[in-house]
């Protein structure tokens, strides 16, 4: 199942705004391939009338059901978003609405947004995308979650992510970050969008580790900030993101484009990184 959000259009070629967001999800069967996409059914609040789960990570569980957040904007709230975590069921094709977790906001420009949920070792973990930093909190029950605090390295420096996604990568070993920053003579990229970095996470402090910290994907110029993770077995994780090619100049860096699959080979350590 791939899950996503809806985005409406003026007549103008422009999104609308304010503007009613579904999430949106779609079925794919080996045999008939991808099917016909459809909106989750949310509660008729005035505040889910733009909610969605685009950009998001989210993490389905062994009882069937899905741990699903996504972000909304109440109406006369601008263009500040807040989180939450629903709980969905599948059954019959059809993705259901079953309870919603508490609600994180944050008083800074467009709020909370892009949230990526794991699980790892009894707890979920959430990081968040903010116009000015990352954030990062946790959770026992997968629903409720506490107060978020920014992301930072283990001695406690900013971790330098802002105004883009983060994503996890969890294994048995470790739970790991993708993310971008700032302070990687990187100056030259939107919003420091590139290289595309992974470190492992401390679950318990909630902090990067920075001797962990790894170059996935490297920067060439062009952005990197939106990308995808997928556990394609026990050993081996794929990070797929291709070069965003605006704004115009950047090629002059060395982009042109390309579509790069970073290949994490759990069971073989001196070739744990492979970059295609």
């Not at 979650?145 to 802002?162: I, S």
């Not at 050993?235 to 790069?260: A, C, H, L, R």
């Amino acid at each position: 199942m791939g899950t996503g959000h809806t985005v409406v259009y003026t007549a103008d070629g422009k999104v609308s705004n304010p503007r009613p967001r579904d999430t949106s999800y779609s079925i794919y069967e080996p045999d008939y391939g991808w099917s016909d996409w459809n909106k989750l059914e949310m509660p008729a609040l005035e505040k889910f009338e733009d909610c969605g789960a685009g950009s998001v990570q989210r993490y389905d569980k062994s009882d069937g059901t899905i741990s699903l957040p996504v972000y909304y904007r109440s109406p006369g709230n601008g263009t500040t978003s807040s989180v939450t975590v629903i709980r969905c069921t599948f059954y019959n094709k059809k993705l259901q609405f079953l309870e919603q977790g508490n609600e994180l906001h944050i008083d800074v420009p467009r709020g909370y947004g892009e949230p990526s949920l794991t699980h790892f070792k009894g707890n979920y973990y959430l990081t968040l995308r903010n116009d000015k930093q990352g954030y990062v909190t946790k959770s026992v029950d997968g629903l409720n979650f506490e107060e978020p605090k920014p992301w930072t390295f283990h001695d406690g420096e900013a971790l330098g992510n802002y105004n883009t996604q983060q994503h996890w990568v969890t294994h048995n070993d470790g739970l790991f970050l993708v993310y971008t920053r700032i302070g990687a003579d990187n100056d030259h990229v939107f919003r420091h969008r590139a290289p595309l970095f992974m470190a492992q996470v401390d679950p318990n402090s909630l902090r990067v580790i920075r001797k962990t910290e790894k170059i996935l994907v490297p920067e060439r110029g062009a952005r990197l900030g939106n990308f995808g993770i997928t556990d394609i077995s026990p050993n081996e994780t794929w990070i797929t993101v291709s070069e965003w090619m605006q704004p115009s100049g950047v090629e002059k860096y060395g982009s042109d484009g390309s579509i790069f699959i970073a290949r994490i080979h759990w069971d073989q350590p001196n070739k744990l990184f492979e970059i295609l």
